[in-house]
């Protein structure tokens, strides 16, 4: 079998996440984030858009980590989203982690917006 290393470049990868807080790059954050390619900011909700949007030329896909089972963002946020041209995937945070971390390594332009588990 042969393993290959991976690269994120300059990005941080999401190390891991606990009750309440997210570990990116090595630091632990608490509360809801958004991670790009970028960096991480905190995170409002879903009637926090405008984070997201601040990265509408950099991202082609956000996933949405809902938590600790996956939910359906509210449909006014994933309109504005969508008719601003950036896809949303919503998932289970657990799951939104794990995503984003393989296509970042891949060079892909997606973010991440997470509720803490």
Not at 18 to 30: C, L, N, W
Not at 37 to 54: E, K, Q, R, S
Request: aromatic fraction near 8%.
């Amino acid at each position: 079998m042969r393993l290959n290393e991976i690269s994120y470049n300059d990005a941080q990868p999401i190390d891991g996440y606990g009750a309440g807080f997210f570990r990116v790059g090595g630091k632990k954050y608490d509360g809801a984030l958004l991670v790009s390619p970028n960096g991480v900011a905190a995170w409002g909700g879903y009637d926090d858009t405008a984070t997201v949007l601040a990265l509408q030329d950099e991202i082609d896909v956000l996933f949405v980590g809902t938590g600790a089972e996956i939910a359906h963002p509210d449909k006014g946020f994933r309109t504005t989203l969508e008719e601003a041209g950036i896809g949303v995937e919503a998932m289970a945070s657990p799951a939104a982690c794990r995503t984003y971390n393989v296509l970042l390594s891949e060079g892909r332009r997606v973010a991440v917006a997470l509720i803490p588990v």
